[in-house]
């Protein structure tokens, strides 16, 4: 019984340790759950022994069939035992030997990270240190590296190792890309520069652009447009003064600054462009509809007639017919609209494309009602 008892133990000990480890390190595996019940079992064939192994003077002494039953549980155990390690033999074996390994890895990746961030002393990285980029890497390493120095658990030891490892590698390549962030940083400021001027020139072809749209159109197809040139003059205004601090940086050595502000700097160009296209834009549409009015209206009806087919082709009539009939008084409105001396011809393109947009989202609603059913 003794041997037996022992020999269970043995058992129960390895299969414990395999199960602790792929919880630390395999917590999705969800073994421990499967694992508690074994380990109940174990304990109960265990207390049994114990309670015979230490009988004292003053009891009576064991029955035969007591330590029959007894060798019987633990011979039991130790086949639940042995079932539940081979059926995960190969995930405990690989668990035990990763958490070999664990202490190891945070052992190099520890002495790897110091090394990196005393490279920061050397004299052709020196000049580097203060870029905003080194200094942000340099920080989340130095953050990791008290986080595993606090790590308790293989699990969190290994985690932690990971993003040590992984911060020193960050600042490894902040290190490397340092060096041709100046180049980068007056390449961008030139660059930016030529767009600038390039923007500027197209802003000084809006007021005229606006002009023709009061002079050729009602005036209500350009009100929502009166105040893009004094937008965009001031736009260009805080492009130039960004531009102008972005050139200082790049000089003074601080070429991420310098970049941050061309991205500012590009992110009001483009809001400028938009605003002189707007009415560039709006004055093409115009004179494309004053040229032409029936092309509009005859490409908004050639979707409501593909419309209404679909609605048949899908027996679907009896929902949506009524509904896209309805559109065809909304077209005539609009085509009635368009009288006077200076038609509104903005708000007949308006009109117009609501219309279209309707027709379309009818048409999505049928393709997705028929191919639902």
């Not at 000089?251 to 938009?274: K, Q, S």
């Not at 009415?279 to 209404?308: G, I, M, S, W, Y």
């Not at 949506?320 to 708000?347: E, F």
Request: with cysteine; net charge negative; hydrophobic share 45%.
């Amino acid at each position: 019984m003794v041997a037996a008892f022992l020999d269970m133990d043995r058992r129960q000990s390895v299969a414990e340790a395999g199960v602790a480890e792929s919880h630390e390190l395999a917590p999705e595996r969800n073994l421990l759950r499967q694992w508690e019940p074994i380990r109940q079992t174990c304990y109960r064939a265990a207390e049994g022994y114990l309670q015979l192994a230490h009988t004292e003077p003053d009891q009576e002494l064991a029955s035969t069939a007591d330590y029959e039953q007894a060798i019987r549980r633990i011979g039991d155990a130790t086949r639940i035992l042995d079932e539940f390690y081979e059926n995960n033999r190969g995930h405990l074996e690989h668990m035990s030997a990763l958490a070999q390994t664990v202490p190891q890895l945070a052992h190099r990746v520890r002495a790897d990270a110091h090394v990196a961030l005393e490279a920061l002393q050397a004299p052709e990285r020196a000049p580097f240190a203060h870029y905003r980029s080194v200094r942000a890497a340099v920080e989340a390493l130095e953050i990791e590296l008290r986080s595993l120095d606090s790590a308790r658990g293989t699990g969190a030891l290994r985690t932690g190792a990971h993003k040590v490892e992984e911060a020193t590698k960050v600042l490894r390549q902040a290190l490397t890309d340092a060096p041709g962030r100046q180049s980068e940083a007056r390449n961008t400021v030139a660059s930016v520069t030529t767009r600038l001027n390039a923007v500027r020139t197209r802003t000084e072809g809006l007021p005229p652009a606006f002009s023709a749209l009061l002079r050729e159109f009602n005036a209500a197809s350009s009100a929502d447009l009166s105040g893009n040139a004094q937008q965009a003059e001031v736009l260009l205004e805080r492009a130039g003064a960004r531009l102008d601090e972005a050139r200082r940086a790049a000089d003074d050595a601080r070429p991420e600054l310098a970049l941050d502000l061309a991205t500012e700097v590009r992110i009001d160009l483009a809001a400028a462009e938009e605003l002189v296209d707007s009415v560039t834009e709006r004055l093409a549409a115009l004179r494309a509809v004053r040229k032409n009015p029936e092309a509009k209206v005859d490409e908004v009806r050639f979707r409501l007639r593909d419309a209404q087919l679909l609605a048949v082709q899908r027996d679907l009539t009896a929902e949506w017919g009524s509904v896209l009939d309805a559109q065809l008084d909304r077209i005539d409105r609009a085509v009635d609209a368009l009288t006077g001396v200076h038609p509104d011809y903005w708000a007949y393109v308006r009109d117009l494309d609501a219309v279209s947009d309707f027709i379309a989202g009818v048409v999505d609603r049928m393709r997705g009602r028929a191919d639902g059913q």
